[in-house]
């Protein structure tokens, strides 16, 4: 069964496992308080070029979107975001569950405005009503979709004028950035967002995430919210370890850059052939179209996400490629495509 359906099921890259074995019977502090968390931290600053930001390491996505909100937040104040946005629609109610209501906007291409947001705060009209105060997006998108420069300066621009927290879900930060959609640095997010977060998960390590801190005015505090929300792990140091490989010579981009060029390949592949797409998906996701019969025959010989059921019937599906997926297995995909029924 070939794997496209998420860019997370393999283990870790063998740096991180190696780097895990090395320390493996290394005595620390927990919490993340041990040298190899300060070690990964330091990288961090210095290739993110923020060298006053905090970085807090987070076991996973869902934890540290909900650690971020319910530590800015007051108890009265809501998030804006996209309809389609990760938190809206695939984190089970957590952000609910903090007592924090979502304000979403729906968006054919998965991405948030500047223009959305000054729609929220035109629509606050009183204390009645639930008080936008951050506003979150996710780069790449829940489309696969990217951010231009221009695009998060309007939105860091428009948060700036409102005093908005603006906060970036960066699960696949490094294939958005290594994205030829994408003119963004690595150096440019502290600027342009008060928090974001790097995506360790989906790019080559065990599980893991880094959120960095910018703004001094959502520092204070933030560890103590990271406990009560269950996100402090004891053995913190497994994650110092694995950040500290994971941006060794270049190894984060390096990783994404694949993702995103094994993901080329196979919408050229699917193009030729003359498959229309949900969304142009320049990051390592794509939503190719299908007839409901070619989906069934795909997922007898693909792990794929099924997605939209579109009004003529057809089905678009979600395949995703991440730092491991081989040109063996683009072969195999091409092999397969050609194979379908009808193609």
Same mark, same amino acid.
Request: one cysteine or more; hydrophobic letters at 45%; a negative charge.
């Given at each position: 069964? @070939? ?16 780097? @895990?074995?090395?320390?493996? =019977? ?27 930001? *905090? ?9 540290? !979107? ?9 108890? %009265? ?21 903090? $007592? ?18 000054? /729609?929220?705060?035109?629509?606050? /009209? ?9 506003? %979150? ?9 990217? %951010? ?20 970036? *879900? ?13 003119? @963004? ?17 989906? !790019? ?13 005015? %959502? ?32 190894? =984060? ?20 052939? $003359? ?8 990051? !390592? ?12 025959? +795909?997922?007898?010989?693909?792990? +794929? ?13 979600? =395949?995703? /490629? ?10 195999? =995909? ?5 194979? +379908?029924?009808?193609?």
């Amino acid at each position: 069964m @070939l794997f496209l359906k998420n860019d997370y099921s393999e283990g870790a890259h063998p740096k991180v496992l190696e780097a @895990l074995q090395e320390t493996n =019977f290394v005595k620390t502090v927990g919490y993340g308080l041990d040298e190899y968390c300060q070690k990964a931290e330091e990288v961090i600053k210095a290739t993110f070029g923020c060298p006053d930001a *905090d970085v807090h390491f987070i076991t996973g996505g869902t934890i540290a !979107n909900t650690v971020v909100i319910a530590s800015v937040l007051k108890p %009265y104040q809501g998030v804006i975001c996209v309809a389609s946005g990760h938190i809206n629609v695939h984190e089970s109610g957590a952000i609910e569950a903090t $007592g924090h209501k979502i304000i979403p906007f729906p968006s054919a291409d998965g991405k948030l405005t500047a223009e959305m947001v000054e /729609t929220a705060m035109r629509e606050n /009209t009183s204390e009645h009503m639930v008080e936008p105060a951050l506003v %979150y997006i996710s780069n790449a998108t829940e489309l696969g979709t990217v %951010y231009t420069k221009a695009e998060i300066e309007s939105l860091s621009h428009v948060c700036r004028k409102h005093n908005l927290c603006f906060f970036i *879900d960066g699960a696949r930060l490094a294939q958005a950035v290594a994205s030829p959609a994408s003119d @963004l640095e690595l150096i440019d997010f502290p600027s342009l967002c008060d928090i974001f977060y790097i995506g360790g998960t989906k !790019n080559g390590i065990l599980f893991g995430e880094a959120i960095v801190i910018t703004n001094d005015a %959502y520092k204070s505090g933030f560890r103590n919210m990271v406990k009560r929300q269950g996100g402090m792990l004891a053995k913190g140091r497994v994650l110092g370890v694995q950040f500290l490989a994971l941006f060794e010579d270049g190894l =984060f981009m390096a990783n994404g850059m694949h993702a995103v060029k094994q993901m080329s390949k196979i919408v050229e592949i699917l193009q030729s052939r $003359g498959f229309a797409f949900l969304a142009d998906s320049p990051a !390592n996701m794509s939503f190719p179209i299908f007839t409901i019969s070619q989906v069934g025959e +795909l997922e007898s010989q693909i792990a +794929l996400e099924a997605d939209v059921v579109l009004p003529d019937g057809k089905q678009a599906v979600r =395949f995703v /490629t991440s730092w491991a997926t081989s040109d063996e297995d683009i072969a195999e =995909f091409e092999r397969i495509i050609d194979g +379908l029924e009808s193609i």
